[in-house]
């Protein structure tokens, strides 16, 4: 029998990791669509308005999906997590509501002008239709990590006289360093899901000889920007979030890297498995000095281990976070080498006859969902035992009253109703697919 | 300060009402307006590119509810936590229905599709109705102010109340036949022919089944919370909002008969906001009465976030409401006019 409080966590892992696969697309898309309708609108030539076309429909089913499971998000910090949104309601119902206010209404009022209301508006309207939804979704995701982030860093707050944490500063709420970081990191993955998406899809058109101008459309976007923004995950986000958790979150760094032992000129793992009986990595594959290099930009600094905190405040699942960290930095590295090779073969002409590439492009679509859920997972679990690092522990924020039996019950009913959701968005994104950028 | 966002969040939420309830009404009364698959289609399409955007307000209603009163929104969400599930997944099957009807177009799968979608809105409906309900009764929030409620218990009032009870059954139907009423007179606005006719029959039945509900909705609310009849007596100029909500009913029956389709829908707007209005104006101060002991009552004072937070928060608020008002009136207008059936517009 699990403790509720563990059904609560589960409960808000599963809808949200499920929630996110829908999200990332959505944001890639815009910007990725956006690019299109102006391709278009340069050139004037209806071969992009096709292309852009063709993306709408899947963007439409996607981000229907999105809405619909993203819904019980805002719900979930208050039926679950009572204790928390009383205690920070006050800062970060803010960062929320702003969210429904600008984001939502946006998105949904320029959405349907953009996917319904494109003869009546004409090549310039529509352009700004599609920038609106851009702007929208990409504002959401921006309030959204500005709340995550401050769970991770907290800043602008004042604590009442009965404990409540009060906002102390509006700006100070929406500039936190870390959220800027974090949002730069973010949506270049979504960037990188949209871009994989594109090219891969492109990629199964020419290698199938179908839609060949459009496929080639797709695979030079997909793979163009897809580089820009795997380079740009790397370096410098992924590289500033890594110093952040140092500065800030040391206990997490040492754990995502599986580094037990406080030393100078620590080596960073590539394989190996954390084991917590013994205190280390078993098996391990080590570049030595390398994380004290990234971390402090010397080879010989001193970079903390486990061993320099108290147990208690250890990540409660140390496994999982080190191997979600590594599957994140392996995939980016994996993401890099073949948009790397791709694009130079774009260069000599020759990508859109090397099945070999085309292959690993169209084979690789489900990778980056797989690396922006484990990059999500290494910020949450590293997170832990914290709800408001350093402020609130996770379990001082779950609903007092709800019992296990009834998270249980709705955990159960929401793994049943995404599962249908899935079946129904497969079969149609496939027709989509399967008719392909042509006109009805 | 927190009476100011006692009132934005009261409209807030009768503009959620309002107007997510025609989309929601339209669902109820889909079985009985629309006979065959093309005027079902119609009911569908008179809806089709607004019920999203009216499902918004719900979202920033519950953000703004969340950070003006966190308190508020952390204890009645974790106590309603399972008709809160419910009607999310409710919302879940709505929504599908709603889009992918005009994707899977088997003749088996359309029954299917709107069989959900009207299920789904009623039930919907109902619980709406019960939740308005549990909150006017009251709920028993214990000494650090958070409840637990079942579904049902044994229906009757009292301290171990459920979700539903006879009262909340009673305000849930009332909020039904609204609704229902509300969504005919939008449906009667928005197509022509038998669809129009039937539905524009069907709303004059439905406005004296409202009426007799109002009557017993309120005489039964005056005798279970007390606090409503003494708002009133201590301040009289309350009388305004059912003054209001009468208002609306009255002009309702007078446009009806003149089949005035787009006046009497307005009325039924102000009929609706006028009650809701009454409701929150008999409760203040208080947004969730306890059934416990009156002392652990949550008031707007005890509910509210930091003064500071409240202050700011009015600032971007009135931006983005002058926003939206801008989009909304824009995608209205866009989609202005009747639905018919041989228009062009893909998708619904």
């Not at chain 1, 995701?141 to 604590?159: E, F, H």
């Not at chain 1, 250890?314 to 080190?322: A, G």
């Not at chain 2, 022509?192 to 004059?204: E, F, I, K, M, N």
Request: charged share 10%.
């Amino acid at each position: 029998m699990l403790e509720s409080l563990t059904v609560h966590r589960l409960h808000f892992a599963y809808t949200i990791t499920y929630h996110y696969l829908f999200p990332q697309l959505t944001m890639g898309l815009a910007l990725l669509i956006v690019i299109l309708k102006t391709l278009a609108l340069r050139t004037g030539d209806e071969h992009y308005d096709q292309a852009a076309r063709f993306w709408a429909h899947i963007f439409g089913i996607n981000f229907a999906m999105g809405v619909v499971t993203g819904i019980p998000m805002e719900f979930q910090f208050g039926t679950n997590w009572a204790q928390f949104s009383r205690a920070a309601g006050g800062v970060i119902g803010q960062t929320l509501a702003m969210e429904g206010v600008f984001s939502f209404f946006l998105e949904s009022s320029f959405l349907g002008l953009f996917l319904f209301g494109e003869k009546r508006l004409g090549p310039r309207a529509h352009w700004w239709s599609a920038v609106l939804v851009f702007v929208g979704s990409w504002l959401s995701g921006y309030l959204i990590v500005a709340t995550d982030a401050w769970m991770q860093y907290p800043v602008a707050y004042r604590l009442s006289t009965h404990g409540e944490i009060q906002l102390a500063s509006f700006w100070g709420l929406l500039l936190n360093p870390w959220a800027i970081w974090q949002y730069a990191h973010n949506m270049s993955g979504a960037v990188i899901t949209g871009s994989f998406v594109m090219a891969s899809i492109g990629a199964f058109y020419l290698l199938t000889k179908q839609f060949q101008d459009h496929a080639k459309t797709f695979v030079r976007v997909g793979v163009i920007v897809g580089l820009a923004a795997s380079l740009f995950q790397l370096f410098p986000t992924g590289d500033a979030q890594g110093r952040m958790l140092a500065e800030h979150q040391p206990v997490t760094l040492a754990a995502m890297e599986g580094l037990f032992a406080t030393q100078q000129g620590a080596p960073i793992a590539i394989i190996g498995q954390p084991d917590l009986q013994n205190k280390r990595l078993d098996n391990p594959l080590q570049v030595p000095h390398v994380l004290s290099f990234l971390t402090y930009r010397r080879w010989m600094s001193e970079v903390k281990g486990l061993d320099a905190f108290p147990q208690q405040d250890w990540p409660d699942n140390i496994p999982l976070l080190y191997y979600s960290y590594h599957v994140m930095v392996g995939l980016g590295t994996i993401f890099i080498a073949i948009l790397l090779l791709a694009a130079w073969k774009l260069r000599s002409g020759t990508l859109y006859a090397s099945r070999g590439v085309l292959w690993a492009l169209m084979l690789s679509l489900p990778f980056p969902y797989i690396a922006n859920t484990a990059g999500w997972m290494t910020a949450e679990f590293g997170r832990q035992p914290w709800l408001i690092y350093g402020l609130m522990r996770t379990a001082q924020g779950v609903s007092p009253q709800v019992s296990s039996g009834n998270v249980w019950f709705t955990l159960i009913g929401f793994m049943g109703l995404y599962t249908v959701l899935s079946i129904l968005f497969l079969f149609l994104v496939y027709r989509v697919i399967e008719h392909g950028p042509r006109e009805p | 300060m927190p009476t100011i966002w006692f009132c934005l969040i009261a409209v807030m939420i009768a503009a959620y009402v309002v107007l997510d309830g025609f989309d929601l009404g339209a669902g109820v009364i889909h079985f009985w307006v629309a006979k065959d698959d093309a005027e079902r289609q119609l009911v569908i399409r008179s809806i089709g590119p607004v019920w999203d955007g009216n499902e918004v307000w719900l979202i920033a209603a519950g953000g703004t509810l969340y950070f003006a009163f966190p308190a508020l929104y952390a204890s009645s969400f974790s106590g309603f936590y399972l008709p809160l599930m419910i009607v999310l997944w409710l919302l879940i099957l709505r929504g599908i229905a709603v889009e992918f009807r005009g994707h899977l177009t088997a003749a088996v799968w359309l029954k299917f599709w709107d069989v959900v979608f009207a299920g789904s809105s009623l039930l919907l409906a109902v619980f709406y109705g019960a939740a308005l309900g549990n909150v006017v009764r009251g709920v028993p929030l214990n000494e650090q102010g958070y409840f637990f409620e079942a579904l049902w218990t044994n229906f009757r009032l009292g301290q171990n109340t459920g979700i539903l009870d006879w009262y909340t059954i009673i305000v849930g139907v009332a909020a039904l036949a609204t609704l229902a009423l509300h969504g005919a007179l939008w449906v009667g606005l928005k197509t022509d022919g038998p669809v129009q006719a039937r539905s524009r029959s069907l709303a004059r039945r439905l406005w004296w089944i409202t009426l007799a509900l109002t009557i017993l909705v309120t005489v039964v609310t005056f005798s279970i919370q007390p606090e409503v009849p003494a708002n009133l007596t201590t301040h009289p100029w309350g009388y305004v909002f059912p003054a209001i909500a009468l208002f609306g009913l009255a002009s309702m029956w007078w446009f009806m008969r003149c089949q005035n389709d787009f006046k009497s829908f307005f009325a039924s707007c102000i009929y609706i906001t006028g009650m809701l209005t009454s409701v929150v104006f008999g409760l203040y101060p208080l947004v969730l009465p306890a059934s416990t002991n009156p002392a652990y009552s949550l008031t707007i004072q005890n509910a509210k976030a930091g003064e500071y937070g409240l202050r700011i928060g009015l600032v971007w608020w009135i931006i983005g409401m002058a926003l939206v008002m801008g989009y909304t009136i824009h995608v209205y207008r866009s989609f202005a006019g009747k639905v018919s059936a041989d228009a062009g517009e893909k998708g619904y």
